[in-house]
């Protein structure tokens, strides 16, 4: 592992970043209720997961762009994921900005606007050899993806029982 400056994880943190504020401002409809049901254990792992894979993108050098190899691979995956996210969130705010539209699966991978992230900097780490970085990342895939499925299961479970009620009348 190397410290330094990493302008592939820079990249990849704006990559991150710029859908999330844009995303404040259009948050899918009724997400308030959700938040408040969070698990305090996954959120923690979490914001953690956040605060340690934001840092170490960017001081370990591990990251940039080498010569080719076949660790280049990784990069190339990586990149793929984070392009994928782009997409996710192009599609996301041109919909109808509802749960269902924001846990939507892209290319069979579930709630692709958590799992997309978390894959794309663990194959980062992989391709810059770096521990450090997939250990963040697990921590952090733990918090966000699962606090992410559970909001997903309590969008459904919530659409299956407007369906019931519509389907009583």
């Known amino acids: 592992m190397h410290f330094g400056f990493s302008y592939v994880g820079l990249s990849f943190l704006i990559m991150l970043m710029l859908p999330n504020m844009i995303w404040t401002k259009n948050q899918p409809k009724d ?12 959120l923690a792992f979490e914001r953690i997961g956040e605060v ?4 170490i ?7 940039n762009i080498k010569p080719w190899s076949h660790w280049s691979w990784w990069l190339i995956l990586s990149v793929a994921m984070m392009i994928l996210y782009e997409i996710f969130w192009i599609r996301y705010f041109r919909s109808e900005k509802t749960m269902k539209d924001f846990y939507r699966s892209i290319l069979y991978i ?3 606007g958590a799992t997309l ?8 780490a992989i391709y ?5 970085l997939m250990i963040a990342d697990i921590i952090l895939g733990i918090g966000h993806i699962g606090i992410h499925l559970m909001h997903k299961k309590e969008a459904n479970d919530y659409i299956d029982i407007e369906r019931d009620i519509d389907n009583e009348t």
């Open 31 to 42: 997400y308030e209720k959700y938040v408040v049901n969070e698990n305090k254990v996954l």
């Open 52 to 55: 340690l894979v934001s840092t």
């Open 57 to 63: 993108a960017l001081i370990f050098s591990d990251f």
């Open 110 to 112: 579930p709630v692709a």
């Open 117 to 124: 992230p978390v894959l794309a900097f663990f194959s980062l």
């Open 128 to 132: 810059g050899k770096n521990v450090v």
